[in-house]
């Protein structure tokens, strides 16, 4: 794999977890190969190892088998603390529920991701800040940065995760169930905005969802079955 490509490849990726004395295979050899600015939807029953995949992509688990590179990295080689500052610069994640700190403000929870390996100086603090009220603008919260998640309806809260996943600027950005606790209009929106900020950012977005309206709004689609993916 070259060292300098940006894209995302999983290759002959295996994943399987004990459950008590027996073994449950979960994903088969599973190749997927995105670059910069594609948007993937991953569809599936429940079970077949849709969440697991984005787990994997987002070193959040390691692979049995197989490799995952991600902007010519290969996610085997780095340690724990570099994982960790690897998911905190490289991967955005959007889960279905929006796993908002109540205690701080919607700007504050945004800014969150970037206090974990802070640079010191005012000049990049205020730098993020500025990245995350504009991001904030975009989906439409300028009115309430100063409002605690118990204050926003679950329309509101998604989109504050969103601005969230995109402030550190991923290369990569993980969604699983964006819309998944959403009525259908508000989903809808939330839809919208995934895909423009997507587009805008030219990250390679990958999203699980059962939604057949969401999943059909990507370019390239595979279902997940037995643990195997085949595109649609």
């Known amino acids: 794999m070259n060292a300098g490509d940006p894209g995302l490849h999983v290759e002959s990726v295996n994943k399987g977890f004990r459950l008590g004395p027996s073994r449950v295979e979960v994903l088969h050899d599973v190749t997927l190969h995105l670059a910069p600015g594609e948007a993937l939807a991953v569809t599936g029953p429940s079970g077949s190892g849709k969440s697991t995949l984005l787990h994997l992509i987002g070193a ?73 009220r504009e991001l904030l603008d975009r989906v439409g919260l300028s009115p309430r940065l100063d409002h605690r998640p118990g204050e ?50 030219e990250s390679i977005l990958v999203t699980v969802t059962h939604s057949e309206a969401l999943a059909e709004r990507f370019p390239r689609r595979c279902a997940l079955v037995h643990g195997q993916c085949s595109a649609l």
């Open 60 to 132: 959040l688990e390691a692979p049995d088998s197989g490799s995952i590179h991600v902007g010519g990295t290969d996610l085997a080689t780095l340690s724990d603390v570099d994982l960790a500052r690897f998911r905190n610069q490289s991967i955005g994640f959007v889960f279905q529920h929006h796993h908002l700190l109540p205690q701080y403000t919607v700007l504050e929870n945004v800014l969150l991701p970037t206090l974990a390996f802070a640079k010191s100086g005012r000049g990049a603090a205020a730098g993020q800040e500025a990245w995350a």
């Open 152 to 201: 926003l309806s679950g329309g509101e809260r998604q989109r504050a995760a969103l601005a969230r996943a995109l402030v550190m600027r991923p290369a990569v950005l993980l969604c699983d169930e964006p819309t998944g606790s959403l009525d259908p209009e508000t989903a809808q929106t939330v839809g919208d905005l995934l895909l423009e900020l997507h587009r805008v950012q």
